[in-house]
């Protein structure tokens, strides 16, 4: 699985971006695909997750203002965000997890895009 984001940029504060990931290979495979970021010196956190049933999930500090979504037929998921803070400055990455079940094992494989930047100034 291969996964390429885009749409990060510079936006003030209020604005809106709206995130790309688009997905190549085995995407059948794909059970549940997210957005992470990672600011200078801090840790990678989850943004926003999607299951393949469509089910999504958010960190507390983007609810309501974040949504994710996914469009299989274009095997991409968006992260539309609006209401931006500087505190959502980050370089944002694509995350898949590709869950392969066979009769002797499951096996959990993990794929991460490139990243993008995201910069909101206040």
């Known amino acids: 699985v291969q996964l390429v984001e885009a749409g990060g940029g510079l936006v003030q504060a209020g604005g809106s971006l709206r995130l790309s990931c688009a997905a190549s290979g085995r995407v059948s495979d794909i059970n549940t695909i997210a957005w992470h970021r990672q600011a200078p010196g801090k840790q990678r956190d989850l943004v926003a997750q999607i299951s393949s049933d469509g089910r999504p999930d958010y960190a507390d500090s983007v609810k309501g203002r974040f949504a994710i979504s996914r469009d299989n037929a274009k095997n991409t998921v968006y992260l539309q965000m609006d209401s931006l803070k500087p505190e959502d400055t980050a370089i944002y990455y694509c995350?898949?997890?590709?869950?392969?079940?066979?009769?002797?094992?499951?096996?959990?494989?993990?794929?991460w895009g490139q990243g993008t930047q995201v910069t909101v100034s206040s």
């Open positions: 995350y898949a997890q590709v869950v392969v079940h066979t009769i002797e094992r499951t096996t959990t494989f993990d794929y």
